[in-house]
T-cell receptor, first 114, second 112 residues
Framework: AQSVTQLGSHVSVSEGALVLLRCNYS??????LFWYVQYPNQGLQLLLK??????LVKGINGFEAEFKKSETSFHLTKPSAHMSDAAEYFC????????????FGTGTQLKVEL | KAGVTQTPRYLIKTRGQQVTLSCSPI?????VSWYQQTPGQGLQFLFE???????NKGNFPGRFSGRQFSNSRSEMNVSTLELGDSALYLC???????????FGQGTRLTVV
Protein backbone atom coordinates (compact mmCIF):
# COMPACT_ATOMS: atom_id res chain seq x y z
CA ALA A 1 0.00 0.00 0.00
CA GLN A 2 1.14 3.54 -0.65
CA SER A 3 1.09 6.54 1.67
CA VAL A 4 2.41 10.08 1.96
CA THR A 5 3.39 12.08 5.02
CA GLN A 6 3.40 15.84 5.06
CA LEU A 7 5.50 17.32 7.83
CA GLY A 8 4.05 20.50 9.27
CA SER A 9 0.32 21.11 9.14
CA HIS A 10 0.96 24.87 9.19
CA VAL A 11 3.83 26.78 7.61
CA SER A 12 4.26 30.53 7.79
CA VAL A 13 6.65 32.53 5.60
CA SER A 14 7.25 36.18 4.83
CA GLU A 15 6.40 37.52 1.41
CA GLY A 16 9.48 37.11 -0.80
CA ALA A 17 10.91 34.29 1.30
CA LEU A 18 11.55 30.72 0.23
CA VAL A 19 8.63 28.31 0.47
CA LEU A 20 9.44 24.71 1.43
CA LEU A 21 6.64 22.20 1.99
CA ARG A 22 7.72 18.69 2.87
CA CYS A 23 6.35 15.41 1.58
CA ASN A 24 7.67 11.90 2.14
CA TYR A 25 6.16 8.87 0.46
CA SER A 26 6.03 5.18 1.12
CA UNK A 27 5.59 2.80 -1.77
CA UNK A 28 6.72 -0.69 -2.66
CA UNK A 29 6.89 0.18 -6.35
CA UNK A 30 7.87 3.36 -8.22
CA UNK A 31 5.21 5.93 -7.45
CA UNK A 32 3.53 8.73 -9.33
CA LEU A 33 3.55 11.83 -7.14
CA PHE A 34 1.48 14.99 -7.28
CA TRP A 35 1.16 18.31 -5.51
CA TYR A 36 -2.26 19.96 -5.41
CA VAL A 37 -3.34 23.34 -4.04
CA GLN A 38 -6.75 24.14 -2.57
CA TYR A 39 -8.14 27.62 -1.99
CA PRO A 40 -11.03 28.09 0.45
CA ASN A 41 -14.30 26.52 -0.69
CA GLN A 42 -12.71 25.32 -3.91
CA GLY A 43 -11.66 22.04 -5.43
CA LEU A 44 -8.06 20.99 -5.91
CA GLN A 45 -5.78 22.32 -8.62
CA LEU A 46 -2.71 20.46 -9.84
CA LEU A 47 0.58 22.28 -9.27
CA LEU A 48 2.91 19.62 -10.64
CA LYS A 49 3.40 15.88 -11.07
CA UNK A 50 6.24 13.36 -11.08
CA UNK A 51 5.86 10.47 -13.47
CA UNK A 52 9.49 9.23 -13.65
CA UNK A 53 10.47 11.33 -16.68
CA UNK A 54 12.63 13.81 -14.72
CA UNK A 55 13.46 14.10 -11.04
CA LEU A 56 13.16 17.90 -10.96
CA VAL A 57 9.64 18.87 -11.87
CA LYS A 58 8.51 22.40 -12.61
CA GLY A 59 4.92 23.37 -12.12
CA ILE A 60 2.63 26.34 -12.31
CA ASN A 61 3.00 29.62 -10.43
CA GLY A 62 6.77 29.18 -9.97
CA PHE A 63 6.58 26.00 -7.91
CA GLU A 64 8.89 23.05 -8.37
CA ALA A 65 9.60 19.76 -6.64
CA GLU A 66 12.45 17.28 -6.67
CA PHE A 67 11.95 13.53 -6.48
CA LYS A 68 14.63 11.94 -4.29
CA LYS A 69 14.34 8.20 -4.22
CA SER A 70 17.09 7.76 -1.62
CA GLU A 71 15.18 10.00 0.78
CA THR A 72 11.68 8.94 -0.40
CA SER A 73 10.88 12.62 -0.60
CA PHE A 74 9.08 14.97 -2.97
CA HIS A 75 9.33 18.38 -1.33
CA LEU A 76 7.66 21.42 -2.90
CA THR A 77 9.56 24.69 -3.18
CA LYS A 78 9.12 28.20 -4.49
CA PRO A 79 11.97 30.73 -4.37
CA SER A 80 9.86 33.74 -3.47
CA ALA A 81 6.48 33.59 -1.75
CA HIS A 82 3.61 35.80 -2.83
CA MET A 83 0.53 36.69 -0.85
CA SER A 84 -1.58 34.82 -3.40
CA ASP A 85 0.23 31.56 -2.49
CA ALA A 86 -1.63 31.37 0.81
CA ALA A 87 -3.68 28.18 0.55
CA GLU A 88 -3.65 24.53 1.58
CA TYR A 89 -1.26 22.22 -0.22
CA PHE A 90 -1.64 18.47 -0.59
CA CYS A 91 0.87 15.87 -1.65
CA UNK A 92 -0.60 12.75 -3.24
CA UNK A 93 0.57 9.40 -4.58
CA UNK A 94 -0.77 6.82 -6.96
CA UNK A 95 0.71 3.66 -8.40
CA UNK A 96 0.92 2.27 -11.89
CA UNK A 97 -1.87 -0.21 -12.34
CA UNK A 98 -3.79 1.33 -9.47
CA UNK A 99 -6.22 3.23 -11.62
CA UNK A 100 -6.58 6.83 -10.58
CA UNK A 101 -6.88 6.27 -6.86
CA UNK A 102 -5.01 9.11 -5.18
CA UNK A 103 -3.78 8.76 -1.61
CA PHE A 104 -3.39 12.21 -0.07
CA GLY A 105 -1.30 13.56 2.73
CA THR A 106 -2.93 15.49 5.54
CA GLY A 107 -2.19 18.84 3.93
CA THR A 108 -0.10 21.88 4.83
CA GLN A 109 -1.71 25.26 5.34
CA LEU A 110 0.62 27.94 3.99
CA LYS A 111 0.37 31.44 5.45
CA VAL A 112 2.21 34.32 3.78
CA GLU A 113 2.86 37.39 5.89
CA LEU A 114 3.86 40.89 4.85
CA LYS B 1 -13.18 23.26 -22.56
CA ALA B 2 -15.60 23.00 -19.65
CA GLY B 3 -14.20 21.74 -16.36
CA VAL B 4 -15.63 19.19 -13.96
CA THR B 5 -19.09 20.20 -12.85
CA GLN B 6 -20.60 19.09 -9.56
CA THR B 7 -24.17 19.67 -8.54
CA PRO B 8 -25.49 20.83 -6.24
CA ARG B 9 -22.82 23.01 -4.59
CA TYR B 10 -24.51 22.99 -1.20
CA LEU B 11 -26.92 20.58 0.40
CA ILE B 12 -28.54 20.28 3.81
CA LYS B 13 -30.10 16.95 4.76
CA THR B 14 -31.56 15.40 7.89
CA ARG B 15 -30.19 12.30 9.58
CA GLY B 16 -31.64 9.15 8.10
CA GLN B 17 -32.33 10.66 4.70
CA GLN B 18 -30.52 9.76 1.53
CA VAL B 19 -28.75 12.02 -0.94
CA THR B 20 -27.53 11.86 -4.52
CA LEU B 21 -24.65 13.98 -5.79
CA SER B 22 -23.85 14.47 -9.45
CA CYS B 23 -20.62 14.92 -11.35
CA SER B 24 -20.08 15.73 -15.03
CA PRO B 25 -16.49 15.07 -16.08
CA ILE B 26 -14.46 16.87 -18.67
CA UNK B 27 -15.50 15.85 -22.15
CA UNK B 28 -13.58 12.74 -23.24
CA UNK B 29 -12.57 11.70 -19.73
CA UNK B 30 -13.77 8.20 -18.89
CA UNK B 31 -12.43 7.98 -15.34
CA VAL B 32 -14.35 9.60 -12.50
CA SER B 33 -13.26 9.40 -8.87
CA TRP B 34 -14.96 10.58 -5.70
CA TYR B 35 -13.36 11.83 -2.50
CA GLN B 36 -14.66 12.87 0.90
CA GLN B 37 -12.93 15.77 2.64
CA THR B 38 -13.41 16.45 6.34
CA PRO B 39 -11.34 18.43 8.85
CA GLY B 40 -10.72 15.32 10.92
CA GLN B 41 -10.00 12.69 8.27
CA GLY B 42 -8.70 14.84 5.44
CA LEU B 43 -9.12 13.69 1.85
CA GLN B 44 -10.28 10.11 1.57
CA PHE B 45 -10.88 8.12 -1.60
CA LEU B 46 -14.40 6.77 -2.01
CA PHE B 47 -14.41 5.04 -5.40
CA GLU B 48 -13.42 5.30 -9.04
CA UNK B 49 -15.46 4.48 -12.10
CA UNK B 50 -14.06 3.85 -15.53
CA UNK B 51 -16.27 3.16 -18.54
CA UNK B 52 -19.27 2.49 -16.29
CA UNK B 53 -17.39 -0.04 -14.13
CA UNK B 54 -16.17 0.46 -10.59
CA UNK B 55 -12.41 0.10 -10.81
CA ASN B 56 -11.39 1.01 -7.27
CA LYS B 57 -13.14 1.28 -3.94
CA GLY B 58 -12.09 2.92 -0.69
CA ASN B 59 -12.86 1.89 2.86
CA PHE B 60 -16.34 3.28 3.28
CA PRO B 61 -19.49 1.49 4.42
CA GLY B 62 -22.00 0.16 1.94
CA ARG B 63 -24.21 3.21 2.53
CA PHE B 64 -21.92 4.95 0.06
CA SER B 65 -22.48 3.88 -3.52
CA GLY B 66 -21.96 5.24 -6.97
CA ARG B 67 -22.52 4.66 -10.61
CA GLN B 68 -21.38 5.95 -13.96
CA PHE B 69 -23.47 6.41 -17.05
CA SER B 70 -22.58 5.80 -20.67
CA ASN B 71 -21.80 9.51 -21.14
CA SER B 72 -19.29 9.24 -18.24
CA ARG B 73 -21.40 11.34 -15.90
CA SER B 74 -21.35 9.91 -12.42
CA GLU B 75 -23.53 9.98 -9.35
CA MET B 76 -22.82 9.02 -5.80
CA ASN B 77 -25.48 8.13 -3.30
CA VAL B 78 -25.36 8.09 0.46
CA SER B 79 -28.21 6.35 2.24
CA THR B 80 -29.27 6.62 5.89
CA LEU B 81 -27.28 9.77 6.43
CA GLU B 82 -25.33 10.23 9.65
CA LEU B 83 -24.01 13.44 11.18
CA GLY B 84 -20.49 12.25 10.39
CA ASP B 85 -21.26 12.26 6.67
CA SER B 86 -21.12 16.05 6.71
CA ALA B 87 -18.24 16.85 4.41
CA LEU B 88 -17.07 18.33 1.15
CA TYR B 89 -17.47 15.71 -1.56
CA LEU B 90 -15.10 16.14 -4.46
CA CYS B 91 -15.29 14.58 -7.88
CA UNK B 92 -12.29 14.27 -10.18
CA UNK B 93 -12.01 13.19 -13.79
CA UNK B 94 -8.98 11.84 -15.61
CA UNK B 95 -8.23 11.04 -19.21
CA UNK B 96 -6.06 8.00 -18.55
CA UNK B 97 -4.51 6.12 -15.65
CA UNK B 98 -1.94 7.99 -13.55
CA UNK B 99 -2.52 11.28 -15.35
CA UNK B 100 -3.70 14.53 -13.92
CA UNK B 101 -6.97 14.43 -12.01
CA UNK B 102 -9.12 17.49 -12.60
CA PHE B 103 -11.30 18.33 -9.64
CA GLY B 104 -14.69 19.94 -9.45
CA GLN B 105 -15.52 22.58 -6.86
CA GLY B 106 -17.24 20.03 -4.69
CA THR B 107 -20.59 19.57 -3.01
CA ARG B 108 -20.78 20.72 0.59
CA LEU B 109 -23.12 18.31 2.41
CA THR B 110 -24.37 19.20 5.85
CA VAL B 111 -26.31 16.60 7.81
CA VAL B 112 -28.42 17.94 10.69
Amino acid sequence: AQSVTQLGSHVSVSEGALVLLRCNYSSSVPPYLFWYVQYPNQGLQLLLKYTSAATLVKGINGFEAEFKKSETSFHLTKPSAHMSDAAEYFCAVTLKGGGNKLTFGTGTQLKVEL
Amino acid sequence: KAGVTQTPRYLIKTRGQQVTLSCSPISGHRSVSWYQQTPGQGLQFLFEYFSETQRNKGNFPGRFSGRQFSNSRSEMNVSTLELGDSALYLCASSLEENTEAFFGQGTRLTVV
